[in-house]
């Protein structure tokens, strides 16, 4: 449930909009905003009026799903913006839900048994789902909200997402965004390389003059 850096979220939108995902599993989904993100710039369809009668989720076009472990979690407002919450540990049940286009990990890797975790995102990618991971750069320790499910247990580098699949990254601040998929992808404005450094710098500095 903490926050995530928010000088991540442009790149995190700018990639929703990239992907156009039509099914979303949010693991770990936090305060809910980047959800609330998907169903504003790619879920509801802007040349339709709102039915009050409906929930947001039932008016989107993307189909988002939530695995949330920890019982306190389960708001009443989650009703209406997912499709369906799974109350349950993602590893005991990540390998009977149907495929995902796309898998959002938003500060949630870092608080699972690394093991695991390199296992449940192996099977991801050999189903074609493309995954999307933010977590700290750095390792810290975390006490937050009375929670155990909120202790940093794992800490990640480049090197560990290289050895599961192919792996896009940008840095922001003290975090780390990584794009895992089966395939190469190449998502234009996003990503490590030096050349898609100094066109970010380039549109930076033109808008500002």
Request: net charge neutral; hydrophobic share 45%.
């Amino acid at each position: 449930m903490a926050s995530s850096f928010s000088s991540q979220i442009p790149s995190i939108v700018h990639l929703f909009l990239n992907l156009s995902p039509k099914s979303v599993l949010d693991i770990g989904k936090g305060f809910v905003k980047y959800v609330f993100l998907i169903l504003e710039y790619i879920g509801i369809d802007d040349q339709k009026r709102f039915n009050p009668e409906l929930t947001m989720a039932q008016q989107s076009k993307v189909h988002i799903y939530a695995i949330e472990v920890d019982k306190d979690l389960l708001l009443p407002h989650l009703s209406q913006v997912y499709n369906e919450v799974f109350a349950d540990n993602v590893f005991e049940i990540y390998k009977i839900l149907p495929q995902y286009d796309l898998i959002l990990m938003i500060d949630v890797i870092e608080h699972l048994d690394k093991e695991n975790a390199i296992a449940m995102l192996k099977y991801f990618l050999s189903k074609n789902s493309i995954i999307l991971i933010a977590t700290p750069v750095s390792f810290f320790k975390q006490e937050l909200y009375q929670s155990e499910f909120e202790h940093h247990i794992s800490h990640w580098k480049p090197g560990d997402f290289k050895k599961i699949g192919y792996v896009d990254l940008q840095y922001l601040d003290g975090g780390a965004i990584y794009l895992l998929s089966k395939e190469k992808m190449d998502v234009r404005g996003f990503g490590n390389s030096m050349v898609k450094k100094l066109r970010r710098i380039a549109r930076a500095v033109r808008n500002e003059i």
